[in-house]
């Protein structure tokens, strides 16, 4: 090997869907400041008293159809998509996939490709649009890590992508592709994992990426405005987050009459319990429930060849520049 590797990071995902295994990954997950930032005496009794008791068990539940592929699907897609980009690269620079919380944890994964020799590293969040709440608490584990150390590597980050033309075209084939097989729906739906509305209001530029993103792939779709619009999902806690609803939202299509829409979620690069459960399962009943006849929910770019390709040349532009 050459000496360069690429780290690609994704969130993270319980090792089991249990509850112990759903606790163990909320505590970490959700003990973070960059996540979480109320006061921290107040948010330890809201996460050991409330959160972690009663919702571990019950997200649980949610996990558990998911592994029937065998593990959470958010590792096993990750992990065919960083296959794929290993295949599509060569042998030259070894390419990994290591999660912010959870396993494969981000030191094992750096202390093993430094022990085969690395000595460059390109860390690459799969995070299309940037937030502290995602993109930096990852720069932050990492930052913590070689805090202890004397000798750092040469290191380097994709801080966002949303605004990579290629990255825009992977998603807008792959509406193409669904309309082909399934047909087109009345409205193209955005649904983006939400953030504190708090947190933009200090300064996350969260909201205006995701923005960016949804007027590009609109854009390269040639829809107008009264056919798709953009949402925000996984909201948490009783504070305002960034608006609208994805919730909300599909019940008031099915209202008002729409009656079918195409549903897709540029803010997750793999398919995860926030895009199979709480859309294509939660939302789908939601709209059914008032009145809507087709939710049509198209999959995450995953380890399609586009979403490879995309992230090959990304990394071959970075790492074969010097
Ligand atoms: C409390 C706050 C949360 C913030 C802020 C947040 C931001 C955020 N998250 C993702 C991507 C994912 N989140 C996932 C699950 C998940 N997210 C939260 C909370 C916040 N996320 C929780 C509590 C959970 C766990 C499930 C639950 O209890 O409801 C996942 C899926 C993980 C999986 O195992 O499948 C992803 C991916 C982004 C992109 C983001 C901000 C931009
Ligand atoms: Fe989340
Ligand atoms: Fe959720």
């Keep these: ?24 990954f909320l505590k970490d997950f959700l003990s973070d400041r960059r996540v979480v930032e109320v006061p921290r005496p107040i948010w330890w009794l809201i996460l050991n008293l409330i959160i972690l008791p009663f919702r571990s ?30 295949e599509k690269l060569g042998q030259d620079i070894a390419v990994e996939l290591a999660m912010t919380y959870g396993k494969p944890g981000l030191v094992e994964v750096i202390e093993e490709l430094e022990a085969k020799g690395a000595k460059e590293f390109y860390f690459v969040p799969l995070y299309p649009q940037y ?61 983006f994992h939400g953030i504190p509305k708090r947190n933009v209001d200090l300064g996350d530029p ?10 590009s792939l609109a854009k390269a779709l ?18 305002e987050w960034l608006q609208p609803y994805t919730d909300k ?3 008031e299509l099915a209202k008002s009459g729409v009656k079918s829409v195409d549903v897709i979620a540029p803010s ?9 459960e709480e859309l294509d399962t939660e939302a789908a009943e939601i709209f059914y429930e008032n009145g809507g006849e087709s939710f049509s929910y198209i999959p995450c770019l995953n380890d399609s060849e586009k979403h490879v390709g995309f992230f090959t040349d990304i990394i071959k532009r970075k790492l074969s520049s010097h």
């Design 268 to 276: 997750f690069a793999a398919d995860c319990l926030e895009t199979l």
């Design 57 to 86: 068990p019950k997200v649980a539940k949610k996990y558990q159809p998911l592994w029937a592929m065998g593990d959470s699907p958010l590792r096993l897609f990750s992990q065919r998509l960083v296959a794929g980009i290993q």
């Design 249 to 251: 939202t599909v019940a």
């Design 222 to 239: 040639g829809l107008n405005s009264d056919q798709w619009l953009m949402t925000y999902q996984s909201r948490l806690g009783k504070a």
């Design 131 to 191: 937030s502290a709440t995602t993109t930096a608490a990852a720069m932050d584990a990492v930052a913590r890590y070689f805090m202890g150390r004397r000798d750092i590597p040469q290191w380097s980050w994709l801080r966002n992508y949303h605004d990579e033309q290629a990255y825009i075209e992977a998603l807008a084939d792959s509406v193409r592709a669904h309309w082909q097989t399934h047909g087109q729906s009345d409205r193209l739906l955005m649904s």
């Design 1 to 24: 090997m050459s000496g360069k590797a690429v780290i690609l990071i994704n969130l993270g995902t319980p090792d089991n869907p249990d509850s112990a295994g759903v606790r163990a």
């Design 206 to 215: 969260y909201q205006q990426h995701c923005q960016e993103t949804a007027e």
